[in-house]
C-alpha cells in the first residue's frame, strides 16, 4: 500500500467476514425451514431470520464499500486519509447500529418493509454516520494532488446511494405509495447508484491488475456503466407493474427494464476483453478471477435472471415468488458480493505484506463459492418454477404448495453448504493474512500498479 491510512480498510473488511459469516447462518435457518424443520420458530421465526439474512447482507456490503473507498480514495488522491480516527469511530458507530437493529428484530423492533426494516430512529444514525463518511473521503479528494474519474464516480455513487435512503423515510399510510417510495432506495441502489460504486472498483481493478492505460479503462467502463444506469432509473417501472400505480408503468418498466441486460453484458465483454489483453503479468490473479468474475456473474443473476421476469406478462405470475429469490441471490452475489471479495483479495496482499492470493486456499474459495452459489440458484429456480405453476396457474393454496416445496430444499441445503464450504475457505485465508503490518511502498514514476 501506499498511505499508512489505507490500514484502516482492513478493519472494515474484516467487519464484512463477520456479518457475511452471520447472514450465512440465518440462511440455513431459513433453508431448514423450507425444508419443514422450523426447529428455531420460538425463538427465531422465519420473518426474522429472513429480515436478519437480507439487512446482514447490505450492511456488509455497505461495510465493504466504505472499506473499498477507505482503499481507494488516498491511493488515487495521492495522499493520507483526511482523519483516521474518524475513520475508526465511523465504523464503530456503524457496528453499534447494526448490532441494536439485529437484536431489535429478534423482539419484534422494525418497520416491516422488505429491505428497509431498521427502525426510523436507527435509520437517523445511519445517515449520520454515512454523512461522516462521506466528509471523511470528500475531505481526503478535495485536498488530494489529482481528482481521478475513479474517485470522482466512487463518490458521487456514495453520496448518492446516501441521498436516495432519504425517499424511504418519507412517511405516508398509504399502500401504493409505501411501496411506491420503497424501490427507489432498493431498486434505485442496486440498479443504479450502486453500479456507479461497481463501476469505480471494478476501474480500480482493473487499471491495477491488467496494467492497461487508465484512459482507456475509464472510458469505457463509464459508458457502459452509464447505459445500465440510464436504463435503470425508468426500468424501476418493473416494481410499479401491479401495485396500483398508472398504467403507463406497464410499457416504461418493461421496455427500460428489458434494456439493462444488455449495458451488464457489454460490461462482461468488456473486463474480459481486458483482462486478456493485460491481465497475465500480474501477479494477483485470484484478484482478477473474483473481478472477472463478478462482470459475469453480474451479467448472469443481474441481467439474465434479471430479465427472466422483467416483462409485466411475466412478473404478473412471478411476483414475490422464489423466482425473485433465484435472481435476487445471483444478482447480489455477482454484482456486489463478488466484487466487495474482490477488493479484498486485491488489497490484502498489499496491506499485510503477505502473498497468499495464489494459495490452493484463494483459488480453492473462487471455485467453489461460485458454483456452490451457481447450484443454489438452480435449486431457487426450480422450487420457483413449480411455485409459480402450483400456486399461480393451478391455483392451489400458499402452504399446500409450500409443502410440496420442501424436498426442493434438500437440494438447496446441499448447494448452500458448498456455496459456504468456499466462503470458509476465503475466510480462512484472510485470517491468515493477519493483522496490516503499514508499509509503505512509494509509488513508481510513470507505474499505476
Ligand atoms: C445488480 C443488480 C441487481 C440486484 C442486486 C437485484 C436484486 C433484486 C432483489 C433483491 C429483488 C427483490 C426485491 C424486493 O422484493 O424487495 C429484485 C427484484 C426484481 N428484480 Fe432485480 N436486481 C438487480 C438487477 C436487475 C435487473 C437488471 C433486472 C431486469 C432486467 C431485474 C429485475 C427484477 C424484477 C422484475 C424484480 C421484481 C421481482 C418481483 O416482482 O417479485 N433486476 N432484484
Ligand atoms: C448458505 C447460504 C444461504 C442460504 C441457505 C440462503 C437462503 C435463503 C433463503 C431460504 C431465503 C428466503 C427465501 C424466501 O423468501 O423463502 C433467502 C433470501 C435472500 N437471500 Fe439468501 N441464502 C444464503 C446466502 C445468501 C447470500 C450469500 C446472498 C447474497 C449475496 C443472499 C441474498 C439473499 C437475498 C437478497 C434474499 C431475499 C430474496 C428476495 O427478495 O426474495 N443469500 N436466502
Ligand atoms: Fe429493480
Redesign the pocket.
Known amino acids: 500500500m501506499r498511505f499508512q491510512s489505507q490500514k484502516v480498510a482492513y478493519y472494515f473488511f474484516a467487519t464484512c467476514m463477520l456479518l457475511?459469516s452471520l447472514?450465512?447462518?440465518?440462511?440455513?435457518i431459513?433453508?431448514f425451514?423450507?425444508m419443514g424443520y422450523d426447529v428455531l420458530h420460538n425463538v427465531i421465526p422465519?420473518n426474522t431470520?429472513?429480515t436478519t439474512?437480507?439487512n446482514l447482507?447490505v450492511v456488509w456490503?455497505l461495510t465493504g464499500f466504505m472499506g473499498a473507498a477507505y482503499y481507494i480514495i488516498p491511493e488515487e488522491s495521492g495522499r493520507e486519509l483526511y482523519s483516521v480516527p474518524l475513520a475508526y469511530l465511523q465504523l464503530g458507530a456503524l457496528v453499534i447500529v447494526g448490532v441494536v437493529a439485529i437484536i431489535g428484530f429478534h423482539f419484534n423492533y422494525w418497520e416491516g418493509r422488505?429491505?428497509l426494516e431498521i427502525p426510523r430512529p436507527l435509520d437517523y444514525l445511519v445517515v449520520v454516520d454515512v454523512l461522516l463518511f462521506l466528509l471523511n473521503i470528500g475531505m481526503t479528494i478535495w485536498q488530494g494532488k489529482r481528482h481521478s474519474t475513479t474517485s470522482l464516480v466512487l463518490f458521487f455513487g456514495l453520496l448518492m446511494a446516501a441521498l436516495l435512503y432519504l425517499p424511504g423515510m418519507i412517511d405516508t399510510d398509504n399502500q401504493t405509495l409505501d411501496s411506491y417510495w420503497r424501490w427507489w432506495v432498493v431498486h434505485l441502489w442496486v440498479e443504479g447508484v450502486w453500479e456507479l460504486i461497481m463501476g469505480a472498483i471494478l476501474s480500480f481493478l482493473l487499471i491495477k491488475l491488467t496494467g492497461i492505460d487508465r484512459e482507456i479503462i475509464e472510458k469505457w467502463l463509464y459508458v457502459i456503466v452509464g447505459f445500465t444506469f440510464l436504463s435503470g432509473v425508468l426500468g424501476t417501472g418493473h416494481h410499479y407493474y401491479y401495485i396500483g400505480t398508472p398504467k403507463y408503468w406497464l410499457l416504461v418498466g418493461g421496455v427500460f427494464s428489458a434494456l439493462e441486460p444488455v449495458a451488464f453484458l457489454g460490461m462482461a465483454i468488456y473486463a474480459i476483453t481486458m483482462a486478456r489483453k493485460g491481465g497475465r503479468t500480474h501477479p494477483n490473479q485470484n484478484a482478477l478471477s473474483w473481478t472477472v468474475g463478478c462482470s459475469v456473474m453480474s451479467f448472469v443473476g443481474a441481467g439474465f435472471l434479471g430479465f427472466a421476469h422483467t416483462l409485466p406478462q411475466v412478473n404478473l405470475y412471478t411476483h414475490?415468488?422464489?423466482i425473485?429469490?433465484?435472481?435476487?441471490?445471483?444478482?447480489?452475489?455477482g454484482a456486489?458480493?463478488m466484487l466487495v471479495l474482490g477488493i479484498i483479495a486485491y488489497a490484502m496482499p498489499l496491506l499485510t505484506g503477505r502473498k497468499l492470493h495464489d494459495t490452493t486456499t484463494a483459488t480453492f474459495a473462487f471455485w467453489t463459492s461460485n458454483i456452490?452459489?451457481i447450484a443454489?440458484t438452480l435449486a431457487?429456480a426450480v422450487a420457483g418454477i413449480s411455485q409459480v405453476v402450483l400456486e399461480r396457474r393451478v391455483g392451489l393454496d400458499f402452504l399446500t404448495v409450500q409443502k410440496e416445496l420442501q424436498v426442493h430444499?434438500f437440494g438447496?441445503?446441499l448447494?448452500?453448504?458448498l456455496?459456504?464450504v468456499g466462503?470458509a475457505a476465503y475466510i480462512v485465508n484472510f485470517i491468515r493474512y493477519g493483522l496490516p503490518v503499514g508499509e509503505v511502498t512509494p509509488e513508481q514514476p510513470g507505474s499505476d500498479s
Open positions: 457475511l447472514q450465512i447462518v440465518y440462511g440455513f431459513m433453508a425451514a423450507h422465519f431470520a429472513r439474512h437480507t447482507l456490503l422488505k429491505f414475490g415468488t422464489l425473485t429469490a433465484m435472481h435476487g441471490h445471483m444478482a447480489f452475489w456486489y458480493a456452490g452459489m443454489m431457487f430444499f438447496l441445503t448447494a448452500a453448504t456455496f459456504t466462503i
